[in-house]
């Protein structure tokens, strides 16, 4: 009954292992300038690095002004670091930038997208805009997750996870039972 207990334990404690695991996806971690950054001049390249080395086929980003005109030339993988990706951009007179990226694990070949953006000599009536809790926040990725940058978030889906779950529940109680019976009628035969 106890080593029935045992397995049903050790496959509850090893599931969870499984479903944090998530396949591997190029993620966003920092980038120059920062998301939601305000800056007093436009930059002239951006640079955004990943959480693993991105593919330069497939990856890409794309900056655009406040109007959503497109302000960036074209992204490179930084070919000393896998992980990283810069862009040239034009800027132009726009107080807000949007850094749109998509990348494509070089690992895995899973794909990952996401943005945020940036400021540049803002009016005091849009730095008060972005003061209020509907404009502030962090920017997401395509998968849902928030975080300082751009990150994602992704793993099994809950069905799988649920369905692990009571797999487990149910062959543990199926050991529990067995060796509950066994030890029940190996003690009659005794008696």
Known sequence: MLFGLFCSLAVLL??????????????????????????????????????????????????SDADGKPVSIAAQVDRSDLKTMTVTIKGDQSEVYVVNWHTVSAMEGHHDAGSFRFFVNISSML?????????????????GGMSSG?????????????????????????????LGRRSGSSSNAGG
Do not use: C
């Open 14 to 63: 090893l599931v969870p292992g499984v479903v944090l695991a998530h396949p591997a996806h190029a993620e966003y971690v920092s980038s120059d300038p920062a998301a939601n950054a305000m800056l007093t001049k436009a930059p002239t390249m951006i640079t955004i690095h990943f959480s693993e080395q991105v593919n330069p086929l497939g990856s890409d980003i794309i900056v």
């Open 127 to 143: 730095r008060g805009m972005l003061g209020s809790p509907s404009m502030s926040g962090s920017p997401t990725s395509s998968s």
């Open 150 to 178: 751009a990150s994602s978030s992704s793993g099994l889906p809950l069905w799988v996870a649920v369905l692990i779950g009571v797999l487990g529940l149910l062959i543990g109680g199926g050991v529990v039972f067995a």
